[in-house]
C-alpha cells in the first residue's frame, strides 16, 4: 500500500529559529495536507496543497507540492513555544466525495523558550 | 457551521459493554470517516462512509460497527472491546476545502 517517509520523527529547537520537516511517498497524490495536533485533539489542517509545485503560506507556516507528487516539506518560521505539537503530512488522491488519506509518521516538534 | 462534533470526549467501559461514539457535522459534506489513533501513531482509516452508505471498511474487527443515519451523523457502535482498543478515535468529513477531523473520543477499555 501507499506509505509517507516523513522526517525529521522530533525535533528539538529553540524559540525563534526556523523549522523544516519534510514527507515523500513511493506514489503519487494529488493532493496533500499538513496537520498539527495537540494532545486530546484532532488534527488540525494547516495547509492543503493541491497542485503540483504549488508554494503556499498561512502566517509564519510555508508548504510546498513537489513537482513530481510524491514530496512536501513545511517550514515554520520564528517558532514560537505555542508551536509545540505533533505535525502530520497526509496524502490523498480523493475524487468526487470519497477517499482516504494516508498519514505520514509525525514529526514532535519541542521549542525552548 | 465548519466543526465536526465528537461526543462523548472521554469514554472509560468495560469489556462486556455496549457504548456508542457520535459524530455530527453540518457543512454538508457527503463523505464521513472514522480513524483509530494509538498514542504517538499516526491515525489509522477504519470506515468510509460515502452519501450514507459504508464504502470502505478497512477490515475492522465486527466488534465496531459503524451507523450512518442521516448526512448529518455517523455512529460508531462498540461491543465486546478489548484493552488494546483502547485509543483517539477521531470522525472526519470531506469537503470542498478538504478534510475536517473532529477533537476525538479518548476511550479506554477496562
Known amino acids: 500500500g501507499q506509505q509517507l517517509n516523513q522526517s525529521p520523527q522530533s525535533m528539538f529547537i529553540q524559540e525563534g529559529e526556523d523549522v523544516s520537516m519534510n514527507c515523500t511517498s513511493s506514489?503519487?497524490?494529488?493532493?496533500w495536507l499538513w496537520y498539527k495536533q495537540d494532545p486530546g485533539e484532532g488534527p488540525v489542517l494547516l495547509i492543503a496543497l493541491y497542485k503540483a509545485g504549488e508554494l503556499t503560506s498561512n502566517g509564519r507556516l510555508t508548504a510546498q507540492f513537489g513537482i513530481t507528487r510524491k514530496d512536501s516539506f513545511l517550514n515554520i518560521s520564528a517558532s514560537i513555544p505555542s508551536d509545540v505539537g505533533i505535525y502530520f503530512c497526509?496524502?490523498?488522491?480523493?475524487?468526487?466525495?470519497?477517499?482516504?488519506?494516508?498519514f505520514g509518521k509525525g514529526t514532535k516538534l519541542s521549542v525552548k523558550p | 457551521d465548519t466543526e465536526v462534533t465528537q461526543t462523548p470526549k472521554h469514554l472509560v467501559m468495560g469489556m462486556t459493554n455496549k457504548k456508542s461514539l457520535k459524530c455530527e457535522q453540518h457543512m454538508g459534506h457527503r463523505a464521513m470517516y472514522w480513524y483509530k489513533q494509538k498514542a504517538k501513531k499516526p491515525p489509522e482509516l477504519m470506515f468510509v462512509y460515502s452519501y450514507e452508505k459504508l464504502s470502505i471498511n478497512e477490515s475492522v474487527p465486527s466488534r465496531f460497527s459503524p451507523e450512518c443515519p442521516n448526512s448529518s451523523l455517523l455512529n460508531l457502535h462498540l461491543h465486546a472491546l478489548q484493552p488494546e482498543d483502547s485509543a483517539l478515535y477521531l470522525c472526519a468529513t470531506l469537503g470542498g476545502l478538504g478534510y475536517t477531523f473532529g477533537s476525538g473520543t479518548r476511550l479506554t477499555v477496562v
Open positions: 497526509a496524502g490523498s488522491n480523493y475524487g468526487g466525495s470519497q477517499g482516504n488519506l494516508i
Open positions: 506514489s503519487i497524490f494529488n493532493t
